[in-house]
């Protein structure tokens, strides 16, 4: 926790206590708060403004973001940073220990969108079937690569989810998400069968190698080969792995398979919404980014396929 001055150290106390309480932060929210609102208190006394929150405003604030610019962060890093600052003095704010939000008066630079990789349809078709090894692990494997690819699922919801969460004769699987927030998602047919398969033929064999007392708990539904819950770093060296046997998919990432996800529900047809409520988005534009990728991926089929596009012209005159 952020190390500000004593008259202040209270009410931090009960920022962070209220990031765990009601807002239902990760314990990676909390320590990124943490780590980003100590820096905060470091600058403000190395500039001599001290520590106290009550007696800051824009300036102070605006003397802040100067320094992290000067010492070469990234516009998104120096968002973050600043997003942890804003929390906390929304939370004053309401809890009257401020006059005034002093945060609302200075706005972050402005954030270059890039749009978000993602793999083609026959690419990422290739990826997931590369693994194909009948051994438990390479069953679980299977089945999270369908699963990430063919529900869209961030690598942490991927990891949280239990044996029971998925609906096998409705084809559907409960998420819990960002804020403890619970959606249900649809689930193909082949990531069902890919689930039916380690299920009977590769969690069994995973699981005892944990004590027999220990097995029946044990509700994770991706184990690992100590049979015990997947974490999430070891789910993105599994992606990793099956990246680097891919030649033309070699920098995938679970959230390159969650972009692929959305990008090719929208290419299909779907609408908007349906794709924010499957994705977990709070808000659809923060879904809109993946129309323009969708666009971008049909204006490169029809530049490839169609004979007035221009570009099969060019690429004749190359041959």
Not at 235 to 242: A, E, F, L, W
Not at 252 to 269: E, I, K, M, N, Q
């Amino acid at each position: 926790m952020a190390s500000f001055a004593a008259e202040t150290t209270d009410w931090m106390e009960q920022f962070f206590t209220y990031l765990t309480a009601e807002k239902h932060a990760s314990p990676r929210t909390l320590d990124s708060y943490s780590v980003d609102l100590r820096q905060f208190e470091s600058i403000l006394r190395e500039s001599g403004s001290g520590a106290d929150l009550s007696a800051l405003g824009p300036t102070e604030l605006r003397l802040f973001l100067k320094v992290l610019i000067d010492r070469g962060y990234s516009r998104r890093s120096i968002a973050r940073k600043y997003s942890a600052v804003r929390s906390l003095y929304k939370f004053l704010e309401k809890a009257g220990a401020v006059e005034s939000n002093p945060a609302k008066e200075v706005s972050t630079p402005k954030i270059e969108r890039t749009l978000p990789s993602f793999l083609y349809q026959a690419d990422a078709r290739a990826f997931v079937e590369a693994a194909s090894d009948a051994s438990p692990c390479g069953l679980r494997d299977r089945a999270m690569l369908e699963m990430l690819y063919g529900s869209g699922l961030r690598v942490s919801e991927l990891r949280g989810l239990n044996v029971t969460d998925v609906d096998y004769s409705d084809g559907m699987v409960q998420v819990t998400g960002k804020g403890n927030k619970e959606r249900i998602v649809p689930v193909g047919s082949d990531t069902i069968a890919a689930l039916d398969q380690y299920l009977r033929l590769g969690r069994p064999f995973l699981l005892e190698k944990r004590a027999r007392a220990a097995r029946q708990s044990e509700k994770a539904l991706f184990l690992n080969a100590h049979g015990t819950r997947l974490s999430v770093r070891s789910i993105r060296r599994v992606v990793d792995k099956y990246g680097l046997a891919s030649a033309q998919a070699n920098h995938v990432t679970p959230h390159t398979l969650r972009h692929s996800f959305a990008t090719h529900l929208l290419d299909g047809g779907a609408d908007l919404r349906s794709v924010q409520e499957m994705l977990g988005h709070a808000s659809v534009s923060t879904t809109q980014i993946y129309t323009h990728v969708s666009r971008q991926g049909l204006r490169r089929v029809y530049d490839r396929a169609h004979p007035r596009s221009g570009m099969s012209d060019k690429q004749e005159d190359e041959k």
